[in-house]
């Protein structure tokens, strides 16, 4: 028994994580850090930059995303006159074991919702939305653990798919996408391109599309940044607001009309 006990101890990624804060906005082109007071996920949402540890440097582009530990120091510094905006969740947590280097969050399809909503339901939601952040969170750590336990063989595959997986992040929210383009994007069959799909994914092109518009519906609707329910599905691709709403309440469990008081 506690042989078993010390092996699962081992295997322990982070514990007692507890969120402290998190902010979404505009970064300042240069700045430095003594001793950071936090662990932190930074997402970059719009430009790039640079964080200089010491004699390391880890370039961060658009929609990638860098782990920062408690005690890093560090300077930052981005291209001159460039639009920068991105995401951070702060946290403390026990057996932090996580490198500090750029993840990629093409495969992440709740990427939308964790960019454009964390923050505010953190900051400004009540206690049911901060279950919502702990969630997401896990959600997150699930997807960063996963992609250090990638083989070789499988990062190989995963880059056969790839110029899909980044055809699907650009052009699935237009009400014009197609899902057939996608095999021939990546000179394979369709059946092959399934078969990897899936295997990377663990869902199937259509759920993976699926599950990033309903999420980025979910997000604008909270956000309150629309006008109806019709204009939100056409916002996300749906060019059937009926179809969207029954699409949504399969998902999510309720309709999107009452999606904002969740």
């Keep these: 028994y506690n042989e078993e006990k010390r092996v699962c101890k081992e295997r322990v990624f982070l514990d007692n994580v507890k969120i402290i804060s998190s902010f979404h906005k505009a970064s300042r082109s240069a700045f430095k850090v003594d001793g950071r ?3 932190a996920f930074i997402i970059r949402i719009k430009g790039c930059g640079k964080y200089i540890f010491g004699d390391k440097t880890i370039c961060v582009n ?5 782990f920062v530990p408690k005690g890093a120091t560090y300077s930052f510094i981005t291209p001159p006159q460039s639009e920068n905006l991105y995401t951070s969740i702060n946290f403390t947590a026990e057996n932090v074991d996580i490198p500090t280097k750029v993840y990629s ?3 992440f399809y709740n990427v ?5 909503s ?8 009540d206690e049911s939305d901060r279950y919502k952040c702990y969630a997401l969170f896990y959600e997150l750590i699930s997807h960063v653990k996963r992609s250090e336990l990638l083989s ?4 190989r595959k995963n880059a056969v798919i790839e110029p899909a997986v980044e055809y699907m992040k650009r052009n699935m929210y ?7 383009k996608l095999s021939l994007l990546c000179g394979v069959s369709d059946t092959y391109f399934r078969k990897l799909f899936v295997e990377r994914f663990n869902m199937t092109p259509n ?9 980025y519906a979910k997000a604008i609707i909270e956000n309150g940044d629309f006008y109806s329910i019709k204009e939100v599905a056409y916002l996300v691709g749906y060019n059937d607001p009926l179809y969207f709403g029954k699409a949504f309440k399969k998902f999510y469990g309720y309709p999107p009309s009452v999606s904002n008081r969740k």
């Design 112 to 116: 939308k919702y964790i960019t454009e």
């Design 152 to 155: 070789d063989a499988q990062k």
């Design 62 to 66: 658009e929609g990638e995303m860098i």
């Design 207 to 215: 759920d993976y599309v699926t599950a990033g518009r309903l999420s």
């Design 174 to 180: 237009k009400g014009d996408f197609r899902i057939e």
């Design 105 to 107: 969050l093409s495969d």
């Design 37 to 39: 007071q936090m662990n």
């Design 118 to 125: 964390f923050s505010e339901l953190w900051n400004f939601g």
